[in-house]
């Protein structure tokens, strides 16, 4: 178990100051709101929002309509205080996005990767941070989604999926260039960030988010905690084994990702992009529908034993697979309900999102933004960047 900082009355002010941000990261609300919301005294809401309001991180907006007597005053978080930045790594590409607070997006950039070793892709990510580097307002911190096994707690890339690294501290190779705090991480963790700050995970305590592409990911939300095991290799669920073959990238055979992944379905269909495979689909051609429904129905199978593992509230499916939607739900739903035991589906939801690359950047930013608005309860997070401590600005 990891050591938390000793209660006292300045911790406790950060953990609610915590609450009040949280509540106005979704709009206008008034000090008595903000009250009755928390379960905060008004006295210790107004001291809060006052030192908030010195700060910088929030501003009074409007008053608004009253029944008699004073209007009360509208408050809400300053998106302009700060900013941050989101990367998304791909084997060819780094696409960037500066987010405000309310992970807004206020500028992009995208830059080629001319090789994928280390070195390589650190010197071009921090020349993609620098020319997104807002020029007043603080830098908060970057995130970074890249696929692979990654250490969140220390930033280290135990393996990445489609290079050569082992045990790279990108993290600290990146901080150390930039002079700001890095967090990385899976890239499906990021999409999981983007669904809980703006997609159908808003307020979903469990919720799993399923990314289709080249691979299978999966990103899960439990009790409301975004969960990445014990060394940050929760979630490869495109390596269970499904069948006696074919032979897998990661040395294995019969994975999930090597059945129904975008290599097989190209390998399959003979086509040269997911869209190009989908159109042959589309036009009636009878071999392709059946890769795709044999796609969705595995998938399906798949599906249907993590929710009967988890028993998620919500589902989402991710990535460029899913504009494929139309022809791989039919074998997909089918499935579905063969596969989950009786009762787990009753409140379930299955949602397809077809999020983009610049998507991915900003659930990157969404998860240092995520950070950002908790207090540092561990002795070891002092120095870690939060709106919730009265160093933040």
Same mark, same amino acid.
């Given at each position: 178990?990891?050591?938390?900082?000793?209660?006292?009355?300045?911790?406790?002010?950060?953990?609610n100051?915590?609450?009040l941000?949280?509540?106005?990261?979704?709009?206008?609300?008034?000090?008595?709101?903000?009250a &009755?919301?928390?379960?905060?005294s008004?006295? %210790?809401?107004?001291e809060?929002?006052a030192?908030?309001l010195?700060?910088?991180? #929030?501003?009074?907006?409007?008053?608004?309509?009253?029944?008699?007597?004073?209007?009360?005053?509208l408050?809400?978080?300053?998106?302009?205080?700060?900013f941050?930045?989101?990367?998304?790594v791909?084997? %060819?590409r780094?696409?960037?996005?500066?987010?405000?607070?309310?992970?807004?997006?206020?500028?992009?950039?995208?830059?080629?990767?001319?090789?994928?070793?280390v070195?390589?892709?650190v010197?071009?990510?921090?020349?993609?941070?620098?020319?997104?580097?807002? &020029?007043?307002?603080p830098?908060?911190?970057?995130?970074v989604?890249?696929?692979?096994?990654?250490?969140?707690?220390?930033g280290?890339v135990? *393996?990445? %999926?489609?290079?050569?690294?082992?045990?790279?501290?990108?993290?600290?190779?990146?901080?150390?260039?930039? +002079?700001?705090?890095?967090?990385?991480? /899976?890239?499906?963790?990021? @999409?999981?960030?983007?669904?809980?700050?703006?997609?159908?995970?808003r307020g979903v305590?469990?919720?799993?988010? #399923?990314s289709?592409?080249?691979?299978? $990911?999966?990103g899960?939300?439990?009790?409301?905690?975004?969960?990445? $095991?014990?060394?940050?290799?929760?979630?490869?669920?495109? *390596?269970?084994?499904?069948?006696?073959g074919?032979?897998c990238?990661?040395?294995?055979?019969?994975?999930?990702?090597?059945?129904?992944?975008?290599?097989?379905?190209?390998?399959? =269909?003979?086509q040269? =992009?997911l869209?190009?495979?989908?159109?042959?689909a589309?036009?009636?051609?009878?071999?392709?529908?059946?890769?795709?429904?044999?796609?969705?129905? %595995?998938? $399906? =199978?798949?599906?249907?034993?993590?929710? /009967? @593992?988890?028993?998620?509230?919500?589902?989402?499916?991710?990535?460029? +697979? =899913?504009?494929?939607?139309?022809?791989?739900?039919?074998?997909?739903?089918?499935?579905?309900?063969?596969? #989950?035991?009786?009762?787990?589906q009753?409140?379930l939801?299955?949602?397809v999102?077809?999020?983009?690359?610049?998507?991915?950047?900003?659930?990157?930013?969404?998860l240092?933004?995520g950070e950002?608005?908790?207090? /540092?309860?561990?002795p070891?997070?002092a120095?870690r960047?939060?709106?919730?401590a009265r160093?933040?600005?």
């Open positions: 178990m990891q050591p938390v900082r000793v209660g006292s009355k300045e911790l406790i002010r950060e953990i100051s915590s609450l941000l949280a509540e106005l990261r979704g709009g206008l609300l008034s000090r008595t709101e903000l &009755k919301r928390t379960g905060l008004l006295p %210790t809401v107004s809060i929002v030192e908030l010195r700060r910088g991180v #929030v501003e009074e907006r409007e008053t608004a309509l009253s029944g008699g007597g004073r209007k009360p005053v408050l809400a978080l300053k998106a302009d205080a700060g941050v930045i989101g990367i998304k791909t084997e %060819t780094v696409i960037g996005v500066r987010t405000d607070l309310n992970a807004g997006i206020v500028a992009r950039a995208t830059a080629t990767v001319p090789a994928d070793d070195p390589t892709v010197r071009v990510i921090t020349k993609l941070v620098r020319g997104l580097r807002p &020029k007043s307002a830098l908060y911190g970057v995130g989604g890249l696929a692979g096994v990654v250490d969140r707690a220390s280290v135990r *393996h990445a %999926t489609y290079a050569d690294w082992r045990d790279v501290d990108l993290a600290g190779l990146l901080a150390d260039k930039l +002079g700001v705090p890095v967090v990385v991480d /899976n890239d499906v963790n990021t @999409l999981v960030a983007n669904e809980q700050w703006f997609g159908a995970g305590s469990d919720m799993a988010v #399923v289709i592409g080249r691979g299978i $990911g999966l899960m939300v439990l009790d409301g905690r975004l969960y990445r $095991g014990a060394g940050g290799g929760a979630g490869e669920f495109g *390596h269970l084994k499904v069948a006696d074919p032979d990238a990661c040395g294995g055979s019969g994975c999930l990702e090597a059945v129904i992944g975008g290599p097989a379905i190209l390998a399959r =269909t003979g040269r =992009t869209d190009d495979a989908a159109a042959l589309r036009a009636g051609d009878a071999g392709a529908r059946a890769v795709f429904d044999e796609v969705g129905r %595995t998938l $399906g =199978t798949a599906v249907g034993n993590l929710v /009967n @593992l988890l028993n998620p509230k919500l589902i989402v499916l991710a990535g460029e +697979g =899913t504009r494929a939607g139309e022809l791989i739900r039919p074998g997909f739903d089918a499935m579905l309900r063969s596969s #989950v035991f009786d009762g787990l009753r409140d939801e299955i949602v999102d077809e999020w983009d690359d610049e998507a991915w950047a900003r659930g990157a930013a969404g240092f933004l950002l608005f908790q207090p /540092n309860l561990r070891d997070e120095g960047p939060s709106l919730t160093s933040a600005s």
